[in-house]
Structures are given as C-alpha cells and as structure tokens.
C-alpha cells in the first residue's frame, strides 16, 4: 500500500520568500507529525495532529512557521519569510494514533535550501 | 538541552559481527523508546521498540535493551549484515503523549 509521500522533494528558495510544504500521510492513520532536521542534528519535533482535537504547536520554533491539516487527510507546512537557517530536511510522519502500538511511519522528507 | 544523546556518530563493524549502538537519556518519566533506521534520502523506517516495563526485546537479528538505573538503552545487531549500513535513530517518549524526542543518531558501516 501508498507510504507517507511529500512534496516537493527539493526546494530551493530565497531569503524573506515563503515556502509551503505538503504530506500526504497514510490513509486511516489519524495522528500526523511535522519534524525538522538539520544537518548534523537529529529529528526535531515542530506539531503534531491527532483527530479533530488542538494540534500540538510546541515544537514551531517561530510564529513564521504553521502547519495546517484538512481532517484525517493532507497537512501543510508553510513557513513565512524564509531565513537561512531555515534549511533542513522537513520530515512528515503519521500514525494510527494507538499509543500501545503506536508506529510513526516517515515520508521520504522535503529537503529545504534557503539561499 | 539534548534530551536523548547518541555520542557516538558513526561505527564501523565487520560483517558477520555484531553492532551495538548506545543511546542515553536524562528524564527518568520517559517510558517507552524505539529505534528507527534511515538509509540516504529516505525518511526514517522503524525497527523496534520497547517499554520500561521490560529490560529487552527481541525481533530476529534485532534486540534491544535497557537499563531505567543508568538510562541507558541499547541496539544489538547480530550478525551484522552490509545492508544494515544506515543511521540509527533512537527515540524516547513520555506516557500520555505521542511527541518522540530522537537522538543524533549513530551512522553504522558494516564492511563486508
């Protein structure tokens, strides 16, 4: 059956423009998740969605970046007036969302480049 | 603050031999951890996990254990095969809530 995809595959994009990034996760998985990861460093968590309840932001390292999800469906990351610092490999995941066997399946990422 | 720690960047270990990659902890609350294992431009795939109800877990060539006193797990592969050459991810998490933090990660070369 279909992974977890994303796209785009690469971005390229300048300084101060804005980015938005897509996952479409595992049909019937109802927990979805947005990590960054930076060359050298591991996964960092930005948001996580689960159902119909509040996303969890804690992990958005700015007000620049925000991520929405159209029920048990696609998310969207968008990040605002691109830094530098910006560029990472941008990880989508989903799961069942059944924390006893409860397994993150990861999209081959988005691999970000702000110049 | 790096919750989750792998010191050890990268390994190198002959084939037929066994693989054993460490991964430390700081906050004692964390109760369930995993290993995931991520081959060049694909995400990461998971491989097996384990609850601090129990000291280890076996899955084929696969087992991983843990230690609550030193917070300590780790990953043996035995034997150790080239197509296990990738970076391993571990990853902790907390009851009640489904955010995993995840170590650096160790890359593993396995020379045949």
């Known amino acids: 059956g279909a992974g977890v995809s994303q796209s785009p595959s690469n971005k390229v994009t300048e300084k101060g423009k804005d980015v938005e990034l897509r996952c479409d996760p595992i049909?019937?998985?109802?927990?979805l998740y947005w990590y960054r990861q930076r060359l050298g460093q591991g996964l960092e968590f930005l948001i996580y969605?689960?159902?119909?309840?509040?996303?969890?932001k804690s992990g958005l390292p700015s007000d620049r970046f925000s991520a929405e999800r159209t029920g048990e469906s696609v998310s969207t990351l968008t990040i605002q007036r691109t830094q530098q610092e910006d560029s990472a490999v941008y990880l989508c995941?989903?799961?069942?969302?059944?924390?006893?066997?409860?397994?993150?399946?990861f999209g081959p990422g988005t691999r970000l480049t702000v110049l | 603050d790096q919750q989750v720690k792998q010191n050890s960047p990268s390994l190198s270990v002959q084939e037929g031999r066994i693989s054993i990659l460490n991964c430390d902890y700081t906050?004692?609350?964390?109760?369930?951890f995993l290993w995931y294992k991520k081959y060049p431009a694909e995400g990461p795939t998971f491989l097996i996990s384990?609850?601090?109800?129990?000291d280890k877990n076996e899955d084929g060539r696969f087992t991983v254990f843990l230690n609550k006193s030193a917070k300590h797990l780790s990953l043996h592969i035995v034997p150790s095969q080239p197509g296990d050459s990738a970076v391993y991810f571990c990853a902790a998490a907390l009851s009640g809530t489904y955010k995993y933090i995840f170590g650096t990660g160790t890359r593993l070369k396995v020379l045949a």
């Open positions: 995941a989903s799961s069942l969302g059944d924390r006893d066997t409860d397994t993150q399946y």
């Open positions: 384990i609850s601090s109800i129990k």
């Open positions: 049909s019937g998985h109802t927990a």
């Open positions: 969605f689960q159902g119909n309840s509040a996303p969890d």
């Open positions: 906050n004692s609350m964390f109760d369930y």
